[in-house]
Each structure stands twice: as C-alpha cells, then as structure tokens.
C-alpha cells in the first residue's frame, strides 16, 4: 500500500508488516515478536502462536523488543529476542525468547522474569487453532496425568471450556498429515473463541478456575515451551504449491441460500440524544427502518433522557426499541413500573422494549460465581406487565458469550438479541477481519438454542462500548489499534465500511429481523463529532454502506460464493421478478481487487470489475 493511510484506517500509524520465515514446507508469519498463518504445504495448521501478558484488566500489554535476531537457511530459521512489559505502578517483566524451525518441527521457547514481581491476569502462551475445516473435526488430547482422549473440536460454539488439563492436542490438517502441539511449564486449556467473534479455538495457559489478577514473584523464572511436530504420512507428497497472489481475481459464483435482508437500525444512546436529534435531518436521508434507544438508570440515564428519545422518534418514520439495562436494586416490578410511568409522561412510546439486568453485561467466567440477580421469569413478567400491547426482547447487552454462558428463558420473549465487539483479544488489522469467519458459527449456534425465535444483533461496533471482562473500556487518546479500546481509528476510515458490508454479509443466513452496525452520532456514530481526527459534522465512510443496506433492507438477496473469502465477500439482491439487481462487494484488503464475475453469468467484457482498497460497492446487474 502507497499513499496517506489515513483515509482507510482513519490514523497514519502503519502496521508492520510481517516476515515470511519457511523451512521446507513449513512457513509462519513473524509479527510482534509472535507467529500467525503458520502452514504445512500451504494449509494453516496454527493460527497463531504467541506469548502474551494480560494486565488486570485483560488487555492486552504491548511490550519494547530488543535484541532481535533473525537467522533464516534454506531448511530452517531461528529468532531470539527480549520483551520487556511495563506493568502496575511501575512492575517490570521481561521475556526472553526463542523460536526454532524446521519442516517438520517448530519450537517456541519463553522464560520471564521480573526484578520487581510482576502483576497480571495470565502470562503465557496462547495457541490458535483456526476454525474453518476444524469446527466438528476429529482431535486427540493429552492431558497432564497422561490420559489421551479421542474427541472433536466442537461445532457449534462451547460456552464453557472444551478441553482441560491440557499437555498436548493433535489434529490432521490433511489425510495424512497430523500436527501435533505440545504445551510444557504450566497447565493449559482450551476455550471457544467464537463465543467473542475470534475466529480460533484458544488454548491458553494458566487455568482460568485458578484466581486472578495474580502475582509473578521476583527473580522467579517462569519458563514455558510449544512445539508443533507435523508427521506426513502421504505416500507420495506433491510439489509444494505457489501461494495465490493479492493481485490475482477473485471469482464470484453463485451459493444455495438465500432469504430476505433485515431491517437496518441505528444506535441511540442517553448521552448522545441531543446531538442525534440535531441531525435528524441526516437521519431522514439515511433511512434506517429502526432506532435502538439505550436507557441505563443505574448510570442516572432518566426522565430528561426519555423526553429527547420521545422527540427524535417522533422525527424519525420507522419503529424504535428502548433497550433497558435494569438496575435490578428494587424489584424488578416496582423499577419498571417507575420506567413505564416516565416514558408515559415523556410521550415516548417505542413498538419493542429489550430488558436485561444490568448485572448481566459482566461476564461470569469459568470458576466464578454468579452475581446476585432476579429470575428472568420474574423480570420478563415484570416487563410484561408495565409495558403492555409492546414487544419484548431479551438476550444480553454485551456479547454473543454471555448469551452462551446464561441461556435467557426465552418462551415469553418476542425476539432474542446479543452484540459482537471483534476488539475483545486483538486490534490488529488482520484479527480484526477474520472475526468474520466467527459470525456464522455464532448465528447458527443462537439458532440451535432457541429456534426460529425473531433474533437481533447489535449495535455491534468496531470499539467496546462497555468491557464485560474488567473494570472499564481501555482509554485510547491517541486513535491506535488498541484491544478493549472504547474508540478505534478505524471506525473513521474504509475499512469500517468494508467491515460492515462483510459483517452483513456473514450473518445473512441467521435470517435477523434487524441488524445494527452503528450509532447516528459520537465516538460510534456514523457522523463525526468534535475531538476526533477527522473533520466534525462529516459523513464517516461507513454511512454509505449503512444508508445502502436500510434501502434494500426487506428485499430478497442470494448468496455469492467467493474463491478467497479472506479478501472478498458479496451477495446478490434480487427484483420482484427474481433477476438480480445488484451485486454487493467488499474488498477486505488494504489492496486494490479484481473480481471476476463470469460464473454469475456476466457475458465477457464485462465480466470483470475492480474494487479500491476496502470498498465497499453495489454493481448494477441489469
């Protein structure tokens, strides 16, 4: 990529790019110090390799590399560097590493020490396994006492820990082929990424039942090993294959599913009421058929706030949903009954109300106790009763994973919902993208929990809105790429837009009654507002793909097969006649794209279209 990368990324920070380390048929990409897309034969064995130190918060420590040494042979490569972490109140660890490989082996070797104790919530390694060919296939686990367990990776996703008391996991990338990971210096396990939209299964060190934040003693070193050893069994192995390049087409064909597109909404929130309602004339041209308004009364959201949804949903023509976060310090029927009553005098009168205890936006994690809380029975009924004549939703305010974790009563619920946030583990440009992968994994495992129950997603944004996993959202002053963050540079820039067509894309299937992607205005808004690094008062690229969607939302669309989803996505809306009309495109990439449309039976000559670094683009079909 050339150029200012502002307009894409919405900062001028440049993400390194990774090098390409190979020993025969094995290959990894060195980033940061760690290892993604390691290969065998072209296939993604691991997705990731990496040590990583948490803070108590669960984010993500950045550490200074020094002494870096790269030593790549023809058969063989090796790296050794030194981490250093800066933690609480002036805590220090340092890390030292060496990485080893050959074709087929591959050797990742940590010690940390600390001259001053060290405090974190988990300092180790973690090991991606990615997704796509491995959900509901075949695994042998090692665990600690040396028992060995045939099983699967699950398919739909586990809300719980899969595997425990971990020593190694083996797997077959191919016929013929196994890959064998071996975890050594602590105990490990294995959670279901998919439950935050990370397209992995995560075995990670330290048993999370263990207690946290915990403390690494003084001048104690902590040493930890993976290996991967890959046994070929193939009688005859081909010619290793070149990988396909970023400037070859991409070729569209057809899929087999199809369905209608779901209503488009737009996010609300208490604190930015106001300044949604000054631009309610761009919330006329952008025409969402849906406004999600948030009421927090535990965060003095009230009275005041009910009367500016009131007038802004008086100025919008579509339905509204009061999404109510109840404090849940009263009964539940004396705190809604008081809510109802000031939306009465308020004249706010929304067609849905989605009510979750507040409580329930933190996260329960495996070992911990659960928060006090009213039954669900008891607070829908409660709803039931003070908004009458109204839908009622239920699900979380938070994440997919907590849906999972604490299945919601839904019988006498009118639609389920959840959010998304692909920022949880990793901000980094390429995590980011592949959280895509998660999506319909997270939509087909809502669907086999509670049918075909109406079901909503969002507001699911690029930043946190609120961290379910610690104390609050990291502070991000300087727009980085930044994990939890509760604002992210990229929300400005193409890649939001391409984002969002993608996301859309991915949960086709799932066949929502609505989906919601932004806010109108504020840090996830679709209109920039002041202290931001973009011009306020300005349409952020994302708006275009939003406005696009809320106009064909109802219609009927087709799936489009893509030959490198990695890099392209799209899918087709249909006429009343059932001839395609448009064709959606979003080019996930930082790199210009050719599609190749022939298989969608374009005649020749124009059979080919070019999209720009992170379009997002509607092609006119007839």
């Known amino acids: 990529m050339t150029g200012d990368p502002f307009p894409l990324f919405g900062t001028r920070e440049t993400e390194t790019p990774p090098l390409r380390l190979a020993a025969g048929r094995l290959t990894a990409d060195l980033s940061d110090g760690n290892l993604r897309a390691i290969r065998y034969d072209g296939v993604e064995v691991l997705r990731a390799l990496a040590y990583l130190v948490r803070d108590r918060d669960w984010g993500t420590i950045a550490p200074r590399i020094s002494d870096l040494s790269i030593d790549q042979q023809a058969d063989r490569f090796a790296v050794t560097y030194t981490a250093h972490c800066d933690g609480h109140e002036g805590e220090r660890l340092a890390v030292t590493v060496s990485i080893e490989g050959r074709e087929d082996e591959l050797v990742f070797a940590a010690t940390a020490l600390s001259p001053t104790g060290f405090t974190t919530n988990r300092c180790g390694f973690c090991v991606l396994h990615p997704i796509f060919g491995l959900a509901g296939a075949p695994a042998r686990v090692e665990h600690v006492d040396g028992r060995l367990v045939e099983t699967r990776f699950p398919e739909l996703i586990d809300p719980w820990q899969p595997f425990k008391e971990m020593r190694a996991i083996a797997h077959w990338p191919m016929e013929g082929v196994e890959a064998l990971c071996r975890m050594e210096g602590d105990t490990f396990e294995m959670e279901d990424q998919r439950n935050w939209s990370d397209a992995s299964y995560k075995t990670y060190v330290r048993p999370l ?38 400037a070859d087409p991409v070729a569209l064909s057809f899929g087999g599913e199809s369905g209608r597109l779901p209503a488009i909404g737009l996010w609300i929130s208490a604190e930015e009421a106001k300044a949604s309602l000054s631009e309610a004339g761009r919330l006329a041209a952008l025409a969402p058929q849906e406004l999600i308004f948030s009421l927090d009364p535990g965060a003095g959201h009230g009275r005041d706030a009910l009367a500016d949804f009131a007038a802004l949903a008086a100025r919008h023509g579509g339905s509204s949903t009061l999404e109510l976060a109840l404090p849940c310090r009263r009964p539940p029927a004396d705190e809604l009954t008081d809510i109802a009553g000031w939306m009465k005098a ?128 990291m502070p991000n002053p300087h727009f980085t790429r930044l994990p939890m963050a509760a604002r992210d540079p990229r929300h400005h820039g193409g890649f939001a837009a391409a984002f969002a067509l993608g996301y859309a894309e991915s949960v086709l299937p799932a066949g929502l009654e609505c989906l919601t992607l932004s806010a109108l205005t504020g840090p996830f808004g679709l209109i920039a507002g002041p202290g931001e690094p973009v011009r306020e008062g300005d349409l952020r690229p994302l708006a275009a793909p939003i406005a696009q969607l809320a106009r064909l939302a109802g219609r009927p669309w087709r799936a489009c097969r893509s030959a490198d989803p990695a890099r392209l996505r799209a899918f087709t809306v249909t006429g009343d006649g059932g001839e395609a009309d448009h064709l959606l495109l979003a080019n996930l990439t930082a790199l210009p794209l050719t599609v190749s449309l022939g298989q969608l039976g374009i005649p020749a000559g124009k059979d080919t279209h070019s999209l720009s670094p992170f379009e997002a683009a509607v092609v006119t079909l007839r």
């Open 209 to 246: 039942a263990l207690p946290w934040p915990y403390r690494i003693p003084a001048d104690e070193p902590q040493a930890q090993r993976v290996s991967l050893r890959i046994t070929d069994r193939r009688a005859a192995r081909p010619a290793l294959k070149a990988e396909a390049g970023a």
């Open 346 to 473: 308020a004249g706010f009168a929304p067609q849905a109300v989605l009510v979750s205890p507040a409580i329930d936006r933190q996260s329960t994690p495996p070992g911990s106790a659960w928060p006090d809380c009213p039954p669900l029975e008891s607070v829908y009924a409660a709803a039931r009763a003070a908004f009458p004549g109204i839908r009622l939703g239920g699900g979380m305010l938070s994440y997919f994973t907590e849906l999972n974790r604490k299945r919601v009563p839904a019988d006498d619920l009118d639609f389920i919902s959840h959010c998304t946030c692909p920022i949880v583990h990793a901000a980094d440009d390429l995590s980011v993208m592949q959280t895509l992968e998660a999506l319909p994994f997270i939509t087909r495992s809502v669907r086999a929990i509670y049918g075909e129950k109406p079901y909503r997603i969002g507001p699911s944004t690029l930043a946190m809105r609120q961290n379910p996993y610690g104390s609050r959202t």
